[in-house]
């Protein structure tokens, strides 16, 4: 069930529909009751860095590490390329240091 959610917020992501990726993403947790892994969390993060919203993937990034979820390479990605995209060069130099210590803290802002 949670990998078919999981594509859905993929090919979301895809067709640059942030907004449902992330409702789907907070229906897993509500309706369904299912915790969101790494991947689900990274497949929506990578829709709103597709749909230009850096301050919703950068809530997404927190929200994830705030839920005890360890982040990868690929989340960090995604939300850095997020800030990038979206003008916020400063917000994703700031979770550069998360990445070399290789720990859950990030020096979001």
């Not at 993937?57 to 960090?76: C, W």
Request: charged residues 15%.
């Amino acid at each position: 069930m949670m990998s078919q959610q999981t594509i859905a917020i993929a090919q979301l992501g895809r067709a640059t529909q942030w907004r449902d990726a992330c409702l789907l993403l907070d229906r897993m947790q509500t309706a369904s009751g299912l915790r969101p892994n790494i991947f689900s969390y990274s497949t929506a993060i990578s829709a709103c860095e597709k749909g230009g919203q850096w301050q919703q993937a950068l809530t997404l990034f927190q929200d994830m590490l705030e839920g005890g979820i360890r982040h990868d390479i690929i989340s960090y990605n995604a939300t850095i390329s997020a800030c990038e995209k979206g003008g916020s060069m400063a917000t994703s130099t700031d979770l550069v240091p998360g990445i070399a210590r290789g720990n859950n803290e990030s020096q979001c802002h």
